[in-house]
């Protein structure tokens, strides 16, 4: 246990029986990673302690709270990348319905999601990823019914998953108006899941393509109003990026424990590595490293749950930041350990590929730089807020990321 700078092991009961349980589970986790598939036990377990539910609330409103999640996706995330983003895809497909679903959705697919079934959010394509507004797949409006034909790719979870969010450019009348979403079930004439993707990092996560060979629906599965998707779509990742954020932060610190453990035992030069005030300096950083994206996650998350205008840049800037970090303290970690950190399937050079492919989902880290670059230098008008692409009813003051400008300085 680390408790230099609070980069201590997380408390509460959820969380010491996912230690417990991943401690002892430690072989099931080597074959996830070697086999790139989920060992059985481990996925009847995540359904069992409830952490593929996080983002149902307790009643039948609004999804949980972001803060509320983040401590249990950042404890998964320092055992395994890929159970933390099993966790966290279904908390984003859960997120994307309930923020927008009428009450008869709401209740079909939260009985449907504790009845253990798979939520995966479909919104990147092979030729729309980080510009997630030029989208190919259309939602052709046939009156008493939508068909949609396009095709997503590296949807997480798609492979196990029963009921999709796919998001795609509405038709009505021959003209578009705009980005719907609607939720396709598995089964549906037309509906095909291709073969899981193998990928170098999150191994086990069953990330496939979904093609959608004019797949007809009821009209009400459409999510949330026409022509409202892309909005939809975006107040969900500013609730899934914390998360992104927190499932670094438990990689990060899986890296550095190592590199500690290492150095502690590790002679060289008549003492313990740990002597070395050169090996103090990288430990050092690598320390601030996940404490700072420790609390940006949170700030990140807690603001997020208020809706406050500076929620989608503070989440950009938690993602960004705490997935950055965990490449270069997992990266630092394999330098620290040497010729041992060479070995594949050791655990630095496994949470180096799996803070590698957090760089890149739920939006390139080029495109969190965006977001954020926008708010400093843009900064949305008083009274906006995330949750609306303009809203905030309080006016607070605008206090994240950018120290308030009051009395101008465009001098
Ligand atoms: N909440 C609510 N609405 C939002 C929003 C948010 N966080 N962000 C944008 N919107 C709304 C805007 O208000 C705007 O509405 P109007 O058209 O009514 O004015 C609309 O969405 C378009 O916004 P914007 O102009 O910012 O869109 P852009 O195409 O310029 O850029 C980026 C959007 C690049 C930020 C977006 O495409 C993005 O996040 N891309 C990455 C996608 C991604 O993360 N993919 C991974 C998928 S999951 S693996």
């Given at each position: 246990?680390?408790e230099?700078?609070?980069?201590e092991e997380?408390?509460?009961?959820?969380?010491r029986?996912?230690?417990r349980?991943?401690?002892?589970?430690?072989?099931?986790?080597?074959?996830?990673?070697?086999?790139?598939?989920v060992?059985?036990?481990?996925?009847?377990?995540?359904?069992?302690?409830?952490?593929?539910?996080?983002?149902?609330?307790?009643?039948?409103?609004?999804p949980?709270?972001?803060?509320?999640?983040?401590?249990?996706?950042?404890?998964?995330?320092?055992?395994?990348g890929?159970?933390?983003?099993?966790?966290?895809?279904?908390?984003t497909?859960?997120?994307?319905?309930?923020?927008?679903?009428?009450e008869?959705?709401?209740a079909r697919?939260?009985a449907s999601?504790?009845?253990r079934?798979?939520?995966?959010?479909a919104l990147?394509?092979?030729?729309?990823?980080?510009?997630?507004?030029?989208?190919?797949t259309?939602?052709?409006?046939?009156?008493?019914?939508?068909?949609?034909i396009?095709?997503k790719?590296?949807?997480?979870?798609?492979?196990?998953?029963d009921?999709?969010v796919?998001?795609?450019?509405?038709?009505?009348?021959?003209?578009?108006?705009?980005v719907?979403?609607?939720?396709?079930?598995?089964g549906l004439p037309?509906?095909?899941?291709?073969a899981?993707?193998?990928?170098f990092?999150?191994?086990?996560v069953?990330?496939?393509?979904?093609?959608?060979?004019?797949?007809?629906?009821?009209?009400?599965?459409?999510?949330?109003?026409?022509?409202?998707?892309?909005?939809?779509?975006m107040?969900?990742?500013?609730?899934?990026?914390p998360?992104v954020g927190?499932?670094?932060?438990?990689?990060a610190?899986?890296?550095?424990?190592q590199?500690?453990?290492?150095?502690?035992?590790?002679?060289a030069?008549?003492?313990?590595?740990?002597?070395?005030?050169g090996?103090?300096?990288m430990?050092?950083?690598?320390?601030?490293?996940?404490e700072?994206?420790r609390l940006?996650v949170r700030?990140?998350?807690?603001?997020?749950?208020?809706?406050?205008?500076?929620?989608?840049?503070?989440?950009?800037?938690?993602?960004?930041?705490?997935?950055?970090?965990a490449v270069?303290?997992a990266?630092?970690a394999?330098?620290?350990l040497?010729g041992?950190?060479?070995?594949r399937?050791?655990a630095?050079e496994?949470i180096?590929?799996?803070a590698k492919?957090?760089?890149?989902?739920?939006?390139?880290?080029q495109?969190q730089r965006l977001v954020v670059?926008?708010h400093?230098?843009?900064p949305?008008?008083?009274?906006a807020s995330?949750d609306?692409g303009?809203s905030?009813?309080?006016?607070s003051t605008?206090?994240?990321?950018v120290?308030?400008?009051?009395?101008?300085?465009?001098?």
């Open positions: 246990m680390i230099a700078l609070g980069v997380p408390s509460g009961s959820r969380l029986e996912i230690r349980h991943l401690l002892a589970g430690r072989d099931a986790l080597e074959r996830m990673d070697r086999n790139d598939e060992p059985a036990g481990l996925h009847e377990w995540m359904w069992e302690s409830g952490l593929m539910t996080l983002a149902l609330p307790d009643g039948d409103g609004l949980a709270s972001t803060a509320s999640l983040c401590d249990a996706i950042e404890e998964l995330g320092h055992h395994s890929g159970l933390a983003l099993l966790a966290l895809a279904q908390a497909g859960t997120t994307a319905i309930l923020l927008a679903a009428d008869e959705q709401r697919y939260t999601i504790r009845e079934h798979f939520v995966a959010f990147s394509e092979t030729r729309a990823g980080s510009d997630a507004r030029n989208l190919e259309r939602i052709f409006d046939r009156g008493d019914h939508l068909e949609v396009g095709a790719w590296l949807v997480t979870n798609a492979w196990g998953a009921h999709f796919v998001f795609g450019r509405h038709v009505h009348g021959g003209h578009e108006i705009g719907s979403a609607v939720v396709l079930d598995r037309g509906l095909l899941v291709a899981k993707n193998d990928l990092g999150m191994r086990g069953p990330t496939a393509s979904v093609v959608m060979k004019q797949v007809r629906v009821p009209r009400c599965r459409l999510l949330g109003r026409a022509g409202e998707g892309f909005s939809l779509a107040r969900t990742l500013d609730r899934s990026r998360l927190a499932q670094a932060v438990g990689l610190r899986a890296a550095l424990e590199a500690v453990q290492h150095c502690r035992r590790r002679r030069f008549g003492g313990p590595l740990a002597s070395l005030d090996v103090r300096l430990i050092a950083d690598m320390a601030v490293a996940v700072t994206s940006l700030r990140a998350a807690e603001v997020v749950d208020t809706g406050r205008r500076e929620a989608t840049a503070l989440a950009a800037a938690a993602k960004l930041h705490a997935t950055d970090a270069r303290v990266l630092d394999i330098q620290l040497g041992y950190g060479c070995f399937g050791r630095p496994r180096l590929r799996d492919v957090a760089q890149i989902y739920e939006g390139a880290n495109i670059g926008r400093v230098l843009d949305p008008q008083a009274g995330a609306d303009g905030d009813a309080s006016g605008h206090d994240g990321l120290p308030s400008m009051d009395g101008g300085n465009d001098t």
